[in-house]
Structure formats: C-alpha cells, structure tokens
C-alpha cells in the first residue's frame, strides 16, 4: 500500500511508497459500472472467509477538500483467501465474482462476473516528480524546528556551586543536559569535549548540564576530571528542569519524560532551532552551521522530515512568542 497525502496547513503533498520486497498481502479491488455510474460509488464490496467478512465502500470524497484512490484495499494474513466476493452495486444488484484465485490488483466490472488481474502501477515516474529541492532529514534521533522558539530563562549551579543564569547569548549556544547514572550521556560529553576547539571557531559556546542529584554530584566531578572537560558545566536545578519540561511539552503533542543526553541548539537570540534527543555525533558541525545561517522561509521548508515544502509562509515572530510564554522576565 502506497500513500499520498497532503496538508491545508504543513508540508504539502508527499509520496510515501511501500519498498519492501515481499510478495503482495493484500487484495485491492477497483469497480467499473456499466448500469450504475462507472466508478462504482456507493457501491459495497464484500470478502467472505472462513470466520468473518471484510467490507469495503467505494466514496466520492473523504472529510475536508479531500478523495481517497477509488481502490478498496484488502489488507490480509499470509494464509487468508476469500471464500466468496460480492459486490453491492449502487442500485441495489447483488453480483458475485470469481477469478481472484491470488492477492494483487483485480478490475471487476459490473455484469461480467469474472474479476480482471492487472499489474500493479508503476510510480517510478511519480516519484521522479517529488519536489528535491530540500532533502528529508536522515535521523530520527534529532528535529529542526521550522521556526526558532524563544527558550525559556534557566539557572544552575556551577561547579564552585554557584549560582548561574542563562538570560542572555552573544553567540550560539549548544545546552547539553547529562546524567551519570546514563552510559551515552559520558559518551556525549567526550564527542563535545573532542570537537570543543571546532565549535568556538565556529562561535558556538558549549553548556552541560549534570541532572545528578546531591547524591551523585561526587561521581559528576568525577567524570568531568578524568575526561578533562573544556567546556563549561554545572548542575541543573529541579526549577529549571520543569520549565524545560513544559517548554518541551508545547513544541510536541506527544508529551515525552526528560531523557538524557539531550542537547538544544539555541541562535544568538535566545532561540532554540534544533533538538538532538541522543546523541549530535551523527550531525556535521557544518549542517548546524548552515542551518543557523538559513533564512526563515528556508527554515520552515528544510525542518520537515520528509522531502517537500510548504505552501504557506512561517508565523510571525509575535505569534511564536505568544505560542511559548516561559521566557518572560
């Protein structure tokens, strides 16, 4: 089963394609009238097994602005076969068919009585057609936001355990939160004590955050002078980390716990672009840069994951602002 799908307000139209390579699961029927109208709306088709029967109805449009393929499609286990197929014809005629002796894609056309097999269509020229003009993000560990997103005011306490804020930026920021208790949280801060040196040429400071609580602060210390740590670092206190939470909680729909690592990518303005929810090793140093240097149309037609742009423009910096509220003084 392919699917292609657009938005009123996202990305617009996308082509998702089935490529795995197994032998077809499914029956997909597509009716022809020749008493009723010939695409057979309103027309029921039914698939009878053993122990239950699958039905389908052949529509002339689906919700909003929208119409489904006129394909029925028969999603079925690896050793179900119909017993009997019927077809319910708009207009009240009941006709049975035969024929479909193997899944795939089958005609049947009305007074005939015998269902037509037909290859499966060829999209490969469809495909083609995809807009390629800004390429899907390849992991699925990281999201660039399509607008940047004022962060919230945040505090912690140093390593001299005193207290910091962060309320103001003069360059980009990465703003990476750790946990000893995590073993990819020590191989985070290696992969940003490695590449420290690269990102200040680039201008980009780099913050890490211990969740550790009083308890484990001793094996943070721990950690950080054995790995000889460049960057600055401290403690995260419980405030801050509930109002990283609720930020969070109003980018995504699907509200997730705080998982460490996570880093945040934040512009010179306070805002955040970018969020690597493991690990940023897979991410170039140079697609952050650009990235940040994009504009805010290029922004919100690269951020989505797959390949496509929008048809609408980005909301204005007054309704982003009005969308997140933690970042008020």
């Avoid at 990305?11 to 490529?19: F, H």
């Avoid at 037909?118 to 390849?138: A, P, S």
């Amino acid at each position: 089963l392919d699917l292609i799908y657009r938005n009123r307000s996202a990305p617009r139209i996308r082509l998702i394609t089935n490529e795995f390579n197994q032998s077809p699961s499914s029956i997909l029927i597509k009716l022809e009238g020749t008493k009723c109208n010939r695409d057979g709306i309103g027309s029921r088709v039914e698939l009878k097994f053993k122990n239950h029967t699958l039905m389908r109805s052949v529509k002339a449009g689906d919700m909003f602005l929208s119409q489904s393929t006129k394909w029925l499609h028969f999603a079925l286990n690896s050793s179900d076969f119909p017993e009997e197929v019927l077809v319910y014809w708009n207009g009240g005629e009941r006709e049975e068919f035969i024929g479909l002796n193997k899944k795939g894609h089958y005609l049947l056309v009305q007074g005939k009585g015998e269902a037509q097999q037909i290859h499966k269509l060829n999209n490969e020229k469809l495909i083609n057609q995809v807009d390629q003009k800004f390429t899907k993000q390849n992991f699925s560990d990281h999201v660039y936001l399509p607008v940047r997103f004022p962060f919230p005011i945040i505090s912690y306490r140093g390593p001299d355990a005193s207290l910091k804020t962060i309320d103001s930026y003069d360059k980009s920021l990465i703003l990476n939160f750790w946990d000893t208790q995590d073993k990819s949280s020590e191989e985070e801060l290696s992969f940003l004590n490695r590449n420290s040196l690269n990102f200040k040429k680039e201008k980009i400071e780099v913050v890490s955050l211990s969740l550790d609580s009083l308890e484990n602060a001793g094996q943070a210390y721990e950690v950080i002078d054995k790995m000889k740590y460049k960057n600055e670092w401290g403690f995260l206190n419980d405030e801050s980390k509930k109002q990283i939470q609720n930020w969070i909680n109003k980018l995504f729909d699907r509200h997730e716990s705080f998982h460490v690592p996570l880093s945040l990518f934040i512009d010179s303005n306070g805002c955040c672009i970018a969020i690597f929810k493991r690990s940023m090793e897979n991410i170039s140093l140079s697609e952050l840069v650009k990235f940040n240097n994009l504009s805010k149309l290029d922004q919100w037609h690269y951020a989505p994951p797959l390949k496509g742009s929008w048809f609408t423009f980005p909301p204005s910096e007054r309704f982003v602002r009005s969308f997140v509220q933690d970042r008020q003084k």
